[in-house]
């Protein structure tokens, strides 16, 4: 069964350094997302992205934030100056469709943690 | 009023119960629904989509209320393995841009 990936795993890194996640979404879809889940909390939506442009950001991703399609397979995200705060798990998304039922499949994750 | 709304739990319920849960949600432009579960420190997986007309799949069944705006999960027969977190989920689809909402979850512990 086809399923997204993630690397890497677990990423630690100081405060202040850029970080790439990175993220194979399922071969055949067409829109991707970022999410991320800090410790103990809800998960939350980061962005969307399709045609390689972003459809849809929420208020957490600022200008520290970005994401890229950069060739046929991989999906990432780029955060610029990482802040403890930032400290969380990231999880991809990818579906088929975007007509407001199709079911989108999540990656393992990328643990961050930043020091 | 919180987007997507769950009792947190935990709920520790004894194997071969059936347990319930419910869910809330505050936007009426939300088009649709699903539970999914989480283990711990492990990605979210779909359970099931959630329909207006009910949908069952296997011992685990789904209602959505459109007009009450709730969700609901009922699990019977309950197994160990059923032991995680259920989170309810709401997709919002607006002039082509999507994005799930979820719930904080309900944390789910059968014991033996």
């Known amino acids: 069964e086809p399923e997204v990936t993630q690397t890497p795993s677990h990423q630690v890194t100081q405060m202040g350094q850029e970080v790439i996640l990175r993220c194979v979404p399922i071969?055949?879809?067409?829109?991707f997302y970022w999410y991320r889940q800090i410790l103990g909390q809800k998960v939350e939506f980061l962005v969307s992205f399709y045609n390689n442009e972003i459809s849809e950001k929420s208020e957490i991703f600022d200008d520290q934030f970005s994401v890229e399609r950069p060739d046929g397979s991989n999906f990432t995200l780029k955060i610029r100056s990482t802040k403890l705060e930032d400290s969380a798990m990231y999880f991809c998304a990818s579906s088929e469709y975007r007509d407001g039922t199709d079911t989108q499949y999540f990656g393992p994750g990328t643990r961050l943690t930043v020091l | 009023r919180k987007e997507v709304e769950q009792d947190p739990g935990p709920f520790n319920v004894p194997e071969g119960a059936t347990v319930a849960f419910n869910c809330t949600y505050s936007?009426?432009?939300?088009?649709?629904f699903f539970w999914y579960r989480q283990d711990c420190r492990k990605e979210p997986k779909l359970l099931m989509s959630?329909?207006?007309s009910g949908n069952e799949d296997g011992r685990f069944t789904a209602q959505l209320n459109r007009a009450s705006q709730y969700i609901s999960l009922l699990i019977r027969d309950s197994k160990l393995s059923d032991s995680a977190t259920y989170l309810c989920v709401v997709n919002t689809y607006n002039f082509g841009n999507e994005k799930l909402t979820f719930g904080t979850g309900t944390r789910l512990t059968i014991i033996p």
């Open positions: 071969s055949n879809h067409l829109y």
């Open positions: 959630v329909y207006s």
């Open positions: 936007n009426s432009a939300s088009q649709s």
